[in-house]
Each structure stands twice: as C-alpha cells, then as structure tokens.
C-alpha cells in the first residue's frame, strides 16, 4: 500500500495547501513553508506531492535555496520532516545532499566568526571603535546559531574618521585591499561610497569596512549607532561584540531588504526570526523609521514578514502595513521575486531596480534627489575607477560621463554580440 503524503486529499489525490501565494512559483513556496519558524508539515507534504518533483530537480531546489540564503532553514526542516514521517520515502529528495550542503555552510561559518572575532579584538587593541552587524551577530541575534543563516561576508561598522585607519590596519594583519587603500584617505570617495572590501589570507573571508549604512543617495539618515549610542552586545563564542540596536537593526534589515527588491527569501526571514526572538519597542522602531524618512520601506519589510512567515506584529503595525500603498508595493516585490530574470539585459535589470528604488522614498524631495543623484553626482563607482586627489576632484564632472557612455557601448555591443 502506498504511504500518503500528509495534506493529500484521499478522495481526489489533491493535495490541500494552506496559505498558498499565487503570484509565487511553487517551488518558492516551498522555501517559504520550510522557512516558518514552526513549519506546517502538513503543508510541506502537500507541496511535495503538489509540485511532482523528481530527483534530477533537486539540484534547482538546492541552488535556488541556495541562492535566497535560507538552505540551512530548508534542510532543518526537511531533516524534521523525514524523522517525523519515517514510512514516506519521497523519491525527490536525497537529505544526504542537503546536509552535505550545510556543513560546508556550517564550517565556512564558524571561520568567518572566529575571523570577525579576530578583527574586532584588533581594532580595540588599537583604539578603533567598531561594531558588527549583520553576518555571525545577526544569525546569533535572531535564530539563536550562527549556523542557520547564510552570509558571504562580514560587515563591520567604524567611524568615518577612522576608515583609512581601520583598512590600514587590516592590511597590515593578512587582510588584502580588493581596491587602493589611497580611497579610504581621499575625502570626495569617503563622501560618495558607504564601504570597503578586504579578503583574509589565508581563510579568503569577505570583509565590508563600512562608515555609513546606506550610500547618501538614497538620503536615509540612519546615524552611525556608534555616535547616537544606540548599541548592544551579543556574545560570539563567548566573545562579546557590539552590533545595532535592535529596533535600529530592524529597520534597516528592511531598508536594506527593499533596497534589492528583497530578491533573497533570507531577508525577509531575518526580519521574521529578529521580531520573533528579540523585545522590540515599537515606538522607538517607528521613531527611527520616521526620523529617517523610511516609514515605507520599513512598512514594507514588516508586510512581506507577516504575509509570507506570518510574523506576529502589534496591531498598530498591522493598520500601518495594511495601507493600499503597501499593498501595491508588496505585490510588485512579489512578483518580481517570482519572475525569471534570465536573459535580460544590464541596462533591462538596472531600468527595473532604478524605477523600484524610487516607489521606496516617503518624501517627494528625496525621491528627486534620488534621481539627480543617480545621474548627475559622483557615484562610488566614479570614485572605484578614477581615484582623483581632492584638488582634482572637480575633474569627475567630465570623467563620470565619459565612464557611463563607455560602459553603456560595451554592454551594447556585448549584447548584440551574444
């Protein structure tokens, strides 16, 4: 006799699947049902059966969880889903793949942790003062392991006046600069761009320098927590390591999160599990959000956590969230984290990203100086390419528009070439 799949119907072999997302492809919503922090297995196996999966598609499912960042979440829950419901041998999944898959994250982890523990523990022998977020801290914050969330790389928060000081430092302690380190000292690039890329040697770990949270373009004030004292320690392998604030890392999680479409199902499951985990004073969140002009945003980060994990949230946060503005946006990142992007091209995507930004900003004035920012300022990328000395600087106004007119005829030509 065949063992049913739990959530199949046993009069018409249908299976019955509960909070369903229609604008979601199925396998979508099958990450989304393994992310829940209490997964619904019932409708996990319904998903199973639904989607007829067979094992030459499991290596897509593993890359796809892979890609939104959620594969340890997915394999925890599938590893549930096996012990649980022994007699049901589904043919679509090997959990030999997808531990192997986790261990490899699991390992890679815990050296990035013991890397950031390293840098943080040089920085204060030096004087530097320097916070962590996001990467190891969030994942200890928020899912209570730093196993159960993927990050590429570390991030790592520092005074404006301390970068060139701070980068200095971490290349003379096995850290190699990916750009000039003359960056960090020249103030027009320091103005422009919000970060700077090291990688350890050995280990290859991905380090972030920032000063800023957010590039000033996009005009969202959240101060450096460091100047406003809005800071808290976690422990880190029993190393204890300042990060933001928690209603100060909520609403950037989602600003961050909107700023890329939230293209990563893990993005807004940082959302959820922060929420879920930590004592969040709303009024101060609300305060920070509104402070910062980034209400929308912030609204539309806490929406998509409570429509697709069913985040608890206060009820004056579900009024706010449930405005027709919100809705609009969240069923435009809906969709476009459901489309398949392959084949488009750089100029197609980048046209997307920069029309989406701009619904992000709750006052007009900033969403035009959104747009004159993007067209007309010096941009990072300006400041990556052409490191000019201060006095040269006004020198960008002529190369920024030589550099984009050069970039768009080689990806014209590349395109038409392909």
């Not at 890329?197 to 380090?207: A, N, Y």
């Not at 199902?265 to 920070?288: K, M």
């Not at 920012?373 to 106004?397: A, M, R």
Request: with cysteine; net charge positive; aromatic share 10%.
């Amino acid at each position: 006799m065949q063992s049913r799949i739990p959530g199949q119907d046993t009069n018409n072999q249908q299976p019955t699947i509960k909070h369903q997302h229609p604008t979601l492809s199925p396998k979508l919503q099958f990450l989304i049902a393994c992310c829940q922090a209490q997964p619904d297995l019932e409708m996990i196996g319904a998903l199973m059966e639904n989607g007829k999966w067979k094992m030459e598609n499991e290596k897509e499912l593993l890359a796809l969880a892979s890609k939104h960042g959620v594969l340890p979440l997915v394999y925890k829950t599938l590893k549930t889903f096996i012990e649980t419901h022994p007699h049901i041998q589904h043919s679509a999944f090997n959990i030999q793949h997808w531990k192997s898959a986790y261990m490899q994250i699991s390992q890679r982890n815990m050296l990035m942790s013991a890397e950031l523990i390293r840098i943080m523990r040089l920085f204060k022998e030096n004087g530097i003062e320097a916070l962590a977020f996001k990467g190891p801290l969030l994942s200890q914050m928020a899912y209570g392991d730093i196993t159960l969330r993927q990050y590429g790389d570390l991030d790592i928060l520092v005074d404006e006046a301390d970068a060139f000081r701070a980068g200095a430092l971490m290349s003379e302690n096995g850290h190699r600069t990916i750009l000039p380190l003359a960056i960090l000292s020249n103030r027009t690039c320091l103005h422009t761009a919000k970060d700077f890329s090291l990688i350890s040697e050995p280990g290859g770990v991905h380090t972030e320098l920032h000063w800023r949270l957010f590039e000033k373009k996009y005009n969202i004030a959240l101060l450096s927590c460091a100047m406003e004292k809005k800071c808290q320690t976690v422990k880190i392998n029993s190393q204890e390591i300042q990060t933001l604030q928690t209603e100060l890392l909520l609403v950037y999680l989602c600003l961050h999160g909107a700023k890329h479409g939230f293209e990563r199902i893990e993005w807004i499951c940082d959302i959820d599990r922060l929420v879920r985990s930590t004592e969040v004073n709303w009024e101060e969140a609300v305060r920070i959000a509104e402070q910062s002009h980034s209400k929308r945003p912030f609204h539309l980060g806490l929406s998509l956590a409570h429509t697709l994990l069913h985040t608890d949230l206060p009820q004056k946060m579900l009024k706010s969230i449930n405005s027709n503005e919100i809705k609009r946006l969240q069923a435009i990142t809906l969709k476009q984290m459901s489309e398949k992007k392959r084949g488009r091209s750089d100029f197609t995507k980048n046209r997307e990203t920069f029309f989406y930004q701009s619904r992000l900003f709750d006052r007009k004035s900033d969403m035009f100086r959104f747009y004159f920012s993007t067209f007309f300022k010096i941009s990072t990328t300006d400041c990556q390419t052409f490191v000019l000395p201060e006095k040269l600087k006004f020198l960008y106004v002529v190369l920024r528009p030589l550099r984009l007119v050069g970039s768009y005829m080689h990806r014209f030509f590349v395109t038409r070439n392909a």
